[in-house]
């Protein structure tokens, strides 16, 4: 599965991307791929560029530098053909709040020819959502499910979802999840969301990349970023004041003979380097994608 | 089967899912032959991603726990008894290693920790016997 992703050319291809607005560089010379097929997380604190590049890849900003293809096409030039082919639920949810529900889909659906009726229909009951309540009388959580049941409804190859579960209860944000795995359940299908519920993130994510300051840290496979960074906890002989600097390692804490690092993916190099100097490894774990995260940004 | 993923100590989800599905066999419940949810389903279920469900099986698989048949579903395989019978040992001497550190702790000798072991395996007995 991995193989035939990796063939086949990307959906989302970013060289050397930026933006500013006025003095604020928002994107710096950012580079991203994202290949056909699977779950890619964009993650990164406030502020970081996350909206800012999603603005691009649906063409709603336009390049300063640099250049954005999404399925090979440039959005801004091609709305047509990249648009009708994207399913896209913002954080903010705007939607046009003095139609009433059963009029958003009717609206909506004359824009995407691959409008699935029945599907509609299926989300609507599932999501408990009522045809002729107003938009702007929804609850946020109910806003929400209006807004995926757009989104989702004319089977999009590509699914953006920037800060889906931001400010809504676990119920929502389950339903939010269900629809992504459910989205790439069918063979071919690309969502990209962006999240700072980073443990949502290590739930569906294939691949994650790291935003910060307008930039790209990091971008990784969910397994090759677990099976890279691990908590290590050396004992040295004796107190210390500060922890000795070893190569691979990326922050530590402590205090006295035992000092926890967190290390970047060298293992074996942080562990010759901690032996060369008479410490020990007395503990060893796993990460979580936030402490990978702020490890990573800090 | 009850599976129950946490993001909040750092085990890979894939693992996770292998160890609770060992630990299932194990228990005995999951038995040989018994067939697994297929990965569409497990994967909605518990909000993850069908790849890491399919991760999870293929260890299984390559570990002969589980086997996939032409019906295109993935079983408990016959050969389960002996792995996870291994698979029992290591988890009880896990929880064993946790109980002796808790016992040193506590200044507590191994002497009195298997009489302690013997006096509750007793109780345990005679409860049963009541049942």
Known sequence: MLDSISLSSPIVEIRGLTRKFGDKVALND???????????????????????????????LK?????VHVFGLDPVQDPVGTLGRIGYLSEERELPDWMRLGE????????????????????????????????KTLSRGQRARAGLLVALA???????????SSGLDPVVRRDILGAII????????????????LDEVERVADRVAIIHHGQIMLTASME??????????????QSLASPPNLVGSLSSTGQGKEWTYFCNGELTQLRSAAAAIGATVVEEAP?????????RIL | MQIHITTSDGVPIYQQVVNQIKFLISSGRLNSGDELPPIRVLAAQLLINPNTVARAYRELETAGIVEKRRTAGTYVSEQGSPLARRERVKILAERIDTLLAEANQMGVSIDDVMKLVQKRHEAFQSARNEE
Do not use: C
């Open chain 1, 30 to 60: 950012l580079s991203l791929t994202v290949p056909r097929g699977g779950v890619f997380g964009l993650i990164g604190g406030n502020g970081a560029g996350k909206t800012t590049l999603i603005k691009h890849i649906l063409g709603m």
């Open chain 1, 287 to 295: 990460l979580t994608l936030d402490e990978i995260f702020i490890s």
């Open chain 1, 182 to 197: 459910r989205t790439i359940a069918d063979e071919g299908r690309t969502v990209l969301f962006s999240s700072h519920l």
């Open chain 1, 63 to 67: 390049a300063q530098m640099g250049s």
């Open chain 1, 224 to 237: 090759e970023l677990k099976e890279q960074h691990r908590r290590v906890t050396l004992r040295f002989e």
């Open chain 1, 154 to 164: 004319h089977r999009p190859e590509l699914l953006v979802l920037d800060e889906p």
């Open chain 1, 104 to 135: 958003l889909i009717r609206y909506t659906r004359a824009f995407f020819p691959n409008w699935d009726e029945s599907y509609a229909e299926e989300l609507r009951e599932s999501f408990d959502l009522d045809k002729k309540a107003r938009i």
